[in-house]
């Protein structure tokens, strides 16, 4: 029961409301009365403290680690069935089954709980987290607590207690098949608190392959909505997953409470206050590889003739 409970209102706090207070700053006009990104704080404390999340990602600011080892996936392939849900903040499906993560130099075990995702209008800018200044057009979240722990309160008092894996989209000339459940699911969740059930769906198939997982960020921060807890160690990825324009655009046919287009739904990024983005040694190849192709294609350019 209590490994329910905690399932259950892991969705409510990650994206609480505090009294339906916070919004995103799409919803705010002269006559709401929400409280925008940059008045969080005023709902709840903790969104101005320092160690807040998203962050831009600066590369060649960040620090190699050697211990960001591949990570180890158990369940990430058992299909299951599940509930995706309009909560009035963003789209939301709860993961039912036994997946965890391991691995890539996190303390434990962390066992999935549910994902959600943030976008922008229709298909543009809407990514949460920033790589070198640069927003993606929407950003999927898998929210993992310690495997140890069986109330989510427990694991939120802990400064590591909560792991999300967060995975970028780009637009693609080609439709991402994979996904076509989960967007045609969308067309039922119009309104707030609309639900539809999310048939045969498995974690791996919505994610890169594993071989594709390797090149990965890392940093300790917060919940991206109120009460913005910073008990969050990020893990962000380089590859990014291809969807096409049409089903990127799907997100934005959903409404918030209000029946405005549910739109803009991320939270700018925050100060990084002298924290330390460690870099996995995949990504420290590939961003060397990119660094030298770019000194060679300047050399080649300051040394052709006028």
Same mark, same amino acid.
């Given at each position: ?42 709902? %709840? ?8 999340? /998203? &962050? ?7 620090? #190699?680690? $050697? ?18 849900? %309009? ?8 993961? /039912? &089954? ?7 130099? #996190?303390? $434990? ?198």
């Amino acid at each position: 029961m209590r490994c329910l409970l905690s399932a259950y209102l892991l969705p409510l706090i990650l994206h609480s409301c505090t009294g339906a207070d916070w919004c995103y700053q799409t919803q705010v006009s002269c006559d709401s009365h929400c409280k925008g990104p940059d008045q969080w704080s005023k709902v %709840n404390a903790d969104c101005g403290k320092n160690r807040q999340s /998203p &962050i831009n990602i600066v590369t060649k600011k960040t620090k #190699l680690d $050697e211990r960001l080892t591949p990570f180890k996936f158990t369940g990430y392939q058992s299909v299951f069935d599940s509930t995706m849900k %309009n909560n009035g903040h963003s789209v939301q499906v709860s993961i /039912p &089954i036994t997946a965890t993560v391991s691995g890539g130099n #996190l303390e $434990e075990t962390y066992k999935a709980v549910q994902f959600h995702l943030h976008w922008g209008t229709d298909g543009g800018p809407g990514s949460e987290h920033t790589i070198d200044g640069e927003q993606y057009p929407m950003e999927l979240h898998i929210v993992h607590m310690k495997q140890r722990y069986n109330r989510l309160e427990d694991a939120l008092r802990d400064p590591s207690g909560v792991a999300v894996l967060g995975f970028f989209y780009e637009e693609s000339s080609s439709s991402n098949r994979k996904y076509d459940l989960f967007t045609h699911g969308l067309r039922s969740i119009q309104n707030t608190n609309g639900n539809t059930t999310l048939r045969k769906v498995s974690l791996n198939q919505l994610i890169p392959p594993e071989s594709n997982m390797t090149n990965y960020y890392r940093y300790d921060g917060s919940l991206t909505t109120p009460g913005c807890t910073e008990a969050v160690v990020w893990t962000v990825f380089e590859n990014p997953i291809p969807l096409d324009r049409e089903q990127l655009r799907a997100f934005s046919t959903l409404k918030f409470h209000d029946g405005k287009p549910m739109v803009g739904t991320f939270r700018p990024v925050q100060p990084r206050n002298g924290r330390v983005v460690y870099r996995s040694s995949s990504a420290a190849i590939a961003a060397s590889a990119v660094l030298i192709l770019a000194s060679i294609c300047a050399a080649f350019g300051l040394s052709r003739p006028n």
